[in-house]
């Protein structure tokens, strides 16, 4: 491959990797085109990309966004998986698959300045996704204050009755 060439391709991987917050590394040795494919086809339906990559070529571009510690893994027939809105659907989907084709494995990844080793990538998929995460905080966020509201109707029903009963009590001895 020209020089010129080499340089476009790892100045695009740069610019990729500095844009994507997290990204996991996969093997994919002994894993055909065509099922290859449909792992592609699956992750792109939830915006999720796979990429191979050239070993050096990746190696350089990691390097030069500061993120060579994961440089290790790029061994044999890599792929980097990035991409998705949260790093939890992106660690999810990319465990399901690994569980799902044996031949497709997990070697690590970063996030947020983060090395990431295999077993913090299961950790991170059994984790609810971000949205769930952001209601779960809104409920428990609500749930005392709905407490304290509910509370404040019940003594102001309560007094409004005994404001009616006193009301009945006057009427009754006046008439």
Known sequence: MPNELKKLIIKEMVSRYNDAGSYLVVG??????????RLRSELWKKKIFIEVVKNSLASIALKNTGKGEIVGLLEGPSAIISGGEDPVVVAKETVKLSEDAPLFTLRGGFLDGEVLTIDSIKNLARLPSLPVLRTQIVTGINAPIVGVATAFNSILRSLATVLQEVKIQKEKSNG
């Open 28 to 37: 994919y040795r002994g894993i055909n085109a065509l099922q290859f494919d």
